[in-house]
């Protein structure tokens, strides 16, 4: 062997030649090994046979519900002078569309019970939207008058939900 400057020739053998080669084939081995064995636990395993839902039992079924429900702010209504306006709507889609509905909308002055809410209801399938309008009584001298709009958005499966919004106007 020649030795230059301290340090060994590596051209002529390199001590790790071999077991490159041995790792090569243990990573073949190993690789096989692990799916020969996953191979036999996947077909050792049961089969799951599970019977179909009973066609009358509804609390096991997934329903989406797609409905949206608002009550418009009330604001001084641009079609009929001098009164305030509401809306309330309930608007089905999807597996919901033919649900039937029943919409209550409800528009209170607070003015101290001086003026009775007004109600109004709608009943239908999929979209129901209810209009509310009463005359806006109001003098210069008065500060900004709240108006409040309650609506019940009642659905066919029981459910009941309420949603309000509420405005200071003078007309």
């Known amino acids: 062997m020649k030795v230059t400057s301290g340090y060994r020739d590596s051209t002529r053998t390199h001590p790790l030649k071999g ?8 990573f ?4 096989t090994l692990i799916v020969t064995i996953s191979l036999l636990f996947f ?4 089969r799951a046979i599970a019977e179909p839902p009973v066609p009358g039992d509804f ?4 329903v989406i519900e797609t409905c949206v429900l608002t009550s418009e702010k009330p604001h001084i209504s641009q079609h009929v002078p001098g009164t305030v306006n509401v809306t309330g709507r309930t608007v ?4 919901s569309a033919g649900r039937y509905l029943r919409v209550t909308v409800t528009l209170t002055r607070k003015d101290g ?15 129901v939207v209810v209009n509310v309008a009463m005359p806006c009584i109001w003098s210069r001298k008065q500060a900004d008058i709240e108006y409040i709009v309650r609506t019940v958005h009642k659905l066919s499966n029981g459910k009941t939900l309420t949603t309000e919004n509420g ?5």
């Open 19 to 26: 077991f490159a080669e041995f790792s090569r084939k243990g």
């Open 113 to 127: 019970g001086n003026t009775t809410p007004i109600t109004k209801s709608i009943s239908r399938s999929g979209t």
């Open 59 to 62: 609390n096991d079924r997934l």
């Open 167 to 171: 405005a200071l106007l003078k007309c």
């Open 43 to 46: 077909l050792s395993q049961n």
């Open 92 to 95: 089905c889609k999807g597996i």
């Open 28 to 31: 073949q081995m190993n690789k």
